[in-house]
């Protein structure tokens, strides 16, 4: 059945699938943030042939998710260097700018994915300035040496662990992270799509308050933005 442009779709309609032989595994990914998305990368991540690492504050139930992956899943320590040459901020918009902050040396020469939302209260609107975007904020405390990648803040983490191949739309600045960052998409049977530089993140991150807004009038949560080319 045919994705409309720009709108939601129901998770219940047949989906194409992506073979494991289409898979592109990556070297090593860090995950920073042990929240439902992380859980669900991860676990496709994992599936995928990735080597994986989680990374939390609370160290205990850190060891908890990486036993629950499998695969070979490791833990690392806050604040450390992360072992992955792809680094998944996967924390909230609020606190996003300060982890990163934080880490500051320790991602140099990382490519680095902010999944985060910036919706405000109400997911009516986005709290960040005209003009920016939460991702390029992230970018201006990280090393220049740093990628920042906008990605997978359009689908649902309740999304991501259904079968299905849904598409991620991604945005950056930096033409071989984002070919890093499509291989990794796509290793996880999901559909990378460009949408440009860092300043569409922007936008992207509008898509939030419109999922929100067909998920609470009408079509419910269990939707994904899908994108139909056509020849």
């Known amino acids: 059945m045919r994705r409309p442009i720009a709108a939601s779709r129901l998770i219940t309609e047949s989906q194409v699938q992506v073979s494991e032989s289409e898979y592109t595994p990556m070297s090593s990914i860090s995950f920073i943030g042990l929240g439902g998305m992380t859980k669900a990368i991860a676990a496709r991540a994992v599936k995928g042939g990735n080597t994986v690492e989680v990374i939390g504050r609370d160290a205990a139930k850190a060891t908890g998710l990486a036993a629950t992956l499998g695969g070979g899943a490791t833990v690392g320590m806050f604040g450390a260097v992360p072992r992955g040459d792809i680094v998944v901020l996967a924390v909230p918009y609020a606190s996003a700018v300060q982890v990163a902050a934080q880490y500051g040396t320790a991602l140099a020469g990382k490519v680095l994915i902010d999944i985060s939302n910036t919706f405000n209260a109400d997911a009516t609107g986005v709290v960040t300035p005209e003009g920016t975007s939460g991702a390029q904020e992230i970018a ?41 960052v499509s291989a990794f998409v796509t290793s996880l049977g999901l559909r990378p799509l460009d949408a440009g530089g860092l300043e569409m993140a922007r936008w992207l991150e509008g898509v939030g308050p419109l999922l929100m807004g067909l998920a609470q009038n009408g079509a419910g949560f269990n939707i994904a933005l899908g994108i139909n080319i056509l020849n």
């Open 140 to 180: 201006k405390v990280v090393p220049e040496s740093a990628h920042v990648v906008k990605a997978f803040n359009t689908v649902f983490g309740h999304v991501l662990v259904q079968d299905g191949s849904w598409d991620v739309l991604f945005a950056g600045d930096d033409a071989e992270a984002k070919a890093t």
